[in-house]
């Protein structure tokens, strides 16, 4: 039998709009398990920001980062932090302009400005709090991804003046920061190419515009039925909404389990 593997992401595909796992995707995961096939994790968020949800699931292998950070089978198989000057540059620019960064770490983030009502609640929005305040933690640390908050119109000027950064929104106040050419289609590329599994047997499920170019690489990309227009267009499939069993009905569909 041909090894094959399912990423899934996980705001509005594995978790539902309140961040919630419903059980029909739990059972779905396990179901997949017992069928042979690989599963994984491919995500925007940090290894930190999720550490419950692969317990709650028992994967141990994961993109993270929108491919920066790839852990296959418990171990680290690639990494890719943003450029340190680069990242400083960007900080003084956006400060600036009135506009915080978060930094973020394979264990922690920490912001640039204390208390901004952006940061509050975009990262509400994920269920977590403020980070704490530390402007010069690049410095120190390798950063995976920064968050840059600002409105869409006032994103242009910096994605004209960085090009060896690209923007993606995920948020209407706030945007990621990856090295040009990251996307968690590379991060896919990086982990399949390890364990020796065909593109064409490498499924995906997503919902958000970080979701594209992995929903387009793969063999079978997926989107679930609240997904953002411009992810369905490029999807294979268009399973149901994360709140009414997609997960689970998109994974019969596709005849991977039962």
């Known amino acids: ?3 094959k593997i399912v990423f899934f992401d996980i705001d509005g595909t594995l978790l539902d ?6 059980s029909s995707t ?3 995961v396990q179901e997949l398990k017992k069928a042979g096939v690989y599963v994984a994790i491919a995500t925007g968020r940090a290894p930190f920001m999720f550490a419950n949800l692969r317990e709650q699931l028992g994967i141990d292998s994961f993109v993270s980062f929108n491919g920066q950070y790839v852990v296959f089978g418990g171990s680290v198989i690639y990494k ?3 450029h340190r000057q680069k990242l400083h540059e960007l900080k003084e620019e956006a400060h600036k302009n009135g506009h915080p960064l978060v ?7 920490r912001a640039s400005m204390e208390d901004h009502p952006y940061i509050h609640v975009s990262m509400e929005s994920l269920k977590f709090s403020h980070p704490p305040f530390d402007p010069l933690y690049y410095e120190n640390e390798d950063i995976y ?3 840059l908050f600002c409105k869409a119109e006032e994103e242009q000027m910096y994605v004209k003046a960085y ?8 948020h209407n106040v706030s945007t990621d920061v990856l090295p040009t050419g990251g996307s968690k289609a590379e991060g896919i590329r990086r982990m399949i190419e390890r364990i020796g599994i065909a593109q064409e047997n490498v499924y995906a499920f997503g919902d958000g515009l970080n979701d594209i170019e992995m929903l387009k690489f793969v063999g079978t990309g997926v989107a679930m039925g609240n997904a953002q227009e411009e992810v369905k267009k490029v999807a ?7 709140g009414e069993e997609g997960i689970l009905y998109g994974l019969k569909q596709l005849e991977l389990i039962k």
């Open 236 to 242: 294979d499939f268009v399973t149901k909404p994360v």
């Open 163 to 170: 090009p060896e950064f690209r923007f993606v929104r995920w």
């Open 145 to 147: 991804q920064a968050l």
């Open 80 to 82: 890719h932090p943003l």
């Open 103 to 109: 930094f973020m770490n394979v264990n922690e983030m």
């Open 1 to 3: 039998m041909k090894k």
């Open 26 to 28: 739990v059972r779905a």
């Open 17 to 22: 709009e309140e961040k919630k796992l419903p």
